[in-house]
């Protein structure tokens, strides 16, 4: 089974910490994600990255930077957090086979920023 | 209009009832369609996958693809508790040199009542 492994469950800021995310997966997949999910605005794409040391801004990317320094792990990064920031952060890695790409996530990390 | 609409619900039926999620859409280069199921503060799980209109069956749940009309939906029979979860429908489209655009619906609530 693909696993995807993102460090905390739950996390407490303060306004203006840096705060890491981290994700690992064991499956050696190119494609990571990471995604943000709120009520009534359902999973938005933050950043992905198709490859070690490369990056695509998503939908949302302001506030947010990302590393990919190894294939298998993927960092999100909030420079300098914010209350609006608070939000269920998920990570994905995707296979991609003749049929198309399908996601893997992880357990989530609950992110309160007070 | 949204590329992709879903009933955020919520959904709440008997023990053993026939459960009908939906999802329409208006991009006809969506070419890969997919159900899943997320369990209150976990991470979202790929539960049906499919490429082409029609059915595809796996034990009690079954998707269908009406290409035609733009609508996907996911049946479940015998509908237990612990098919209480959100439902998000995602769907694909290849953008070219094998990457894909993947885009979620919100989700649907679906609590089943013993």
């Known amino acids: 089974d693909v696993k995807v492994t993102q460090s905390s469950r739950y996390l407490v800021k303060r306004t203006g910490e840096k705060v890491f995310l981290e994700c690992v997966q064991d499956?050696?997949?190119?494609?990571m994600f990471w995604y943000r999910q709120d009520p009534g605005l359902g999973l938005r794409l933050i950043y992905f990255?198709?490859?070690?040391?490369?990056?695509e801004k998503g939908d949302i990317p302001e506030g947010y930077s990302v590393s990919r320094e190894k294939k298998e792990r993927f960092s999100l990064i909030l420079e300098s957090a914010s209350t609006n920031q608070t939000s269920m952060y998920l990570c994905?890695?995707?296979?991609?086979?003749?049929?198309?790409?399908?996601?893997?996530f992880g357990s989530g990390t609950q992110l309160s920023v007070l | 209009q949204k590329e992709v609409e879903q009933d955020p619900g919520p959904l709440s039926v008997p023990e053993g009832a026939i459960v009908s999620l939906n999802c329409t859409y208006s991009?006809?280069?969506?070419?890969?369609f997919m159900w899943y199921r997320q369990y209150s503060r976990k991470g979202p799980e790929l539960l049906m996958y499919?490429?082409?209109?029609g059915n595809k069956e796996d034990g009690r749940f079954t998707a269908q693809v009406d290409k035609s009309s733009k609508y996907i939906s996911l049946f479940i029979r015998d509908s237990q508790p612990s098919d209480s979860a959100t439902y998000l429908c995602?769907?694909?489209?290849?953008?070219?040199?094998?990457?894909?655009?993947?885009?979620f619906g919100k989700g649907t609530k679906l609590s089943v009542i013993p």
């Open positions: 994905a890695s995707s296979s991609i086979d003749r049929v198309g790409e399908k996601l893997f």
């Open positions: 499956m050696d997949h190119e494609n």
């Open positions: 990255s198709y490859d070690v040391k490369m990056k």
């Open positions: 991009n006809s280069a969506f070419q890969y």
């Open positions: 499919t490429y082409s209109s």
């Open positions: 995602a769907m694909s489209a290849l953008r070219g040199a094998g990457s894909y655009q993947l885009t």
